[in-house]
């Protein structure tokens, strides 16, 4: 069973190079094999998951190299439940994608950009899951970064190419911190191993552990856009297409949270800087929910409220209790499928309607009810709402405020029960604006421009007639041409081109891939309410195996 552990990192990344070299094309084999390689990978996950709950953690080394020399990936509790979540998720996101038409007509680029970069991103986000060291959490985060900024940029848009920089810059500076937390921990440690750490670190100089504690919980508030390091967050992820901005939002901000929780509880037990914690939890609650009240852009608005429930999982990893951190691990979950949920229902009003500017749209109740159905169904999963699993997570986490008492803790409490209400505030504003009343004039607009085209290169007019034939009558490469050229086009006709090269489609009839792939992570998030009861005794089983640390320590060492 332990065989199995480097597979999904493994995985992706053979099969990103076998893309690489089909190229553009075959596209319909391009799509299967991620489809194939994405499933697979979230059957074993489930694997990894059972056998860790069943066995304990599962560690393999590398070249049957020991640490502190040879690459050690671990998958415990934890472990497997963030990569099934994730897995679970990135595969609806593909499926999303496909239906939108990102991937499935990039004939203009050299090679198949979207579908190596993405699977590339599903092997570093796998990659620091299971890392069982800190060098290779760094390359886990490294992995995801250079996805990250080709996915951020795709289409090569001035909005996008300005916002990628600013998310690269922010990247690169907690990388280079991160990189010199690493030198200076195996500079007093001698070992880079989490296992080997989590013993020879209780030998060193309290202040030298405090230090070293405050550089990597700063490395991973920066990844995990925790206030006051979220500023780069709500300029960078609206930009990025619907399915792209999912993803970072569902799964990459918590692969920061997931390395806060790791350190916190094997490195640095009975941490110094709780307090710190606590304070920075209470203010990514109450900041970053005031700023989704103020905004009047849907993706805007779920870029703040992301911010805002990061301080959820902060809170409960401060808090450091057995009740806190069963509490945060049942919030990161389902936080990253409602969020994606969120995002994804934001690409199907964009794609509708041409706009996620609330002021401009309206009606989307009578009009689109299946539309509505699978927006209110996650936004009152975000708000909290009984018996939805967003209640469940924040009950355990206010339940362990109380418990823990103080000061802090109390505060915490407040605000999160604050945050919880503003939180449906917004979303009744947003189901107000843009679902509930009466459409605005001029919201129905006929043939929206998502981005302006470009004329096709020579020579693609047998890839045209290949479109044209595929999208049926009227919706034509020509008539997508002739939208960006400023001419009136009925809506459902090909108006813009955005991501290398191929078509972008406003309809009010939307493609079934996407839909159903919204739909499916509905159901996803639901699913963790119907599973509340096994859900929070795996949660806690993880908990106290994280408190423990001797499982992990002895699944490494052998001890």
């Not at 400023?486 to 078509?503: R, T």
């Not at 929070?536 to 320590?553: D, H, K, M, W």
Request: proline content about 5%.
């Amino acid at each position: 069973m332990n065989a199995l552990v480097p597979l999904p990192v493994l995985l992706p990344l053979c099969v990103t190079g076998l893309k690489l070299a089909i190229g553009p094309r075959l596209h319909r084999l391009q799509r299967f094999i991620s489809l194939a390689v994405l499933g697979a990978v979230l059957v074993l996950s489930v694997v990894l998951m059972v056998a860790a709950d069943r066995h304990g953690p599962l560690s393999v080394h590398l070249g049957d190299f020991a640490p502190p020399v040879g690459i050690t990936l671990v998958a415990d509790r934890l472990a497997g439940l963030m990569l099934t979540v994730s897995s679970a998720v990135t595969l609806l996101v593909l499926v999303y994608s496909l239906g939108q038409g990102m991937a499935d007509r990039d004939d203009q680029a050299p090679v198949g950009v979207f579908h190596p970069a993405y699977l590339i991103l599903v092997a570093g986000v796998s990659c620091t899951f299971l890392a069982g060291d800190l060098v290779n959490l760094y390359v886990g985060f490294e992995i995801m970064l250079v996805a990250s900024f080709v996915l951020l940029t795709i289409g090569g848009t001035a909005t996008r190419i300005r916002a990628g920089s600013t998310y690269v810059i922010i990247s690169l500076f907690s990388s280079v911190l991160f990189l010199i937390a690493i030198a200076m921990t195996y500079a007093v440690a001698g070992s880079v191993n989490l296992a080997q750490l989590s013993l020879r670190l209780q030998e060193v100089p309290l202040g030298v552990r405090t230090l070293l504690e405050a550089m990597l919980l700063t490395v991973f508030a920066i990844k995990a856009a925790v206030f006051p390091l979220a500023a780069w967050l709500p300029d960078s992820y609206p930009t990025a297409p619907a399915p792209v901005t999912a993803v970072f939002a569902g799964l990459l901000t918590k692969v920061g949270v997931y390395s806060m929780l790791r350190t916190q509880t094997l490195l640095f037990p009975g941490h110094r800087l709780g307090d710190l914690l606590m304070l920075a939890a209470l203010a990514s609650m109450v900041v970053g929910i005031l700023g989704a009240v103020a905004q009047t852009d849907l993706k805007r608005v779920l870029s703040f409220t992301l911010i805002s429930h990061i301080g959820y999982m902060v809170f409960g990893i401060a808090l450091a209790g057995h009740g806190s951190i069963s509490g945060a691990i049942v919030y990161v979950a389902h936080h990253i499928t409602v969020q994606t949920t969120l995002f994804l229902v934001a690409g199907l009003i964009e794609r509708r309607d041409g706009t996620t500017e609330l002021t401009r749209l309206g009606g989307l109740a009578k009009a689109a009810p299946l539309l509505a159905v699978l927006f209110f169904v996650p936004a009152m999963n975000l708000a909290g709402i009984p018996p939805l699993s967003g209640f469940i997570g924040k009950l355990g986490l206010m339940r362990a405020g109380v418990d823990a008492g103080g000061g802090w803790a109390w505060a915490l409490v407040a605000g999160s029960a604050a945050t919880s209400l503003l939180t449906l505030y917004v979303m009744a504003k947003v189901w107000n604006l843009a679902f509930w009343r009466d459409a605005p004039p001029g919201a129905e607009e006929e043939g929206v421009v998502l981005e302006s085209a470009e004329d096709e290169e020579p020579g693609d007019d047998e890839d045209d007639g290949e479109e044209e034939r595929a999208s049926g009558p009227g919706r034509g490469s020509d008539r997508g041409r002739d939208a960006g050229a400023g001419l009136p086009v009925p809506a459902g006709a090909v108006v813009s081109e955005g991501f290398l090269g191929q078509s972008i489609t406003t309809t009010k009839r939307l493609p079934w891939p996407m839909t159903a792939a919204t739909g499916a992570a509905v159901a996803l998030g639901l699913s963790y309410t119907v599973l509340g009861g096994p859900l929070t005794t795996f949660t806690q089983a993880a908990a106290t195996e994280l408190l423990a640390r001797t499982p992990y320590i002895e699944a490494v060492l052998g001890r």
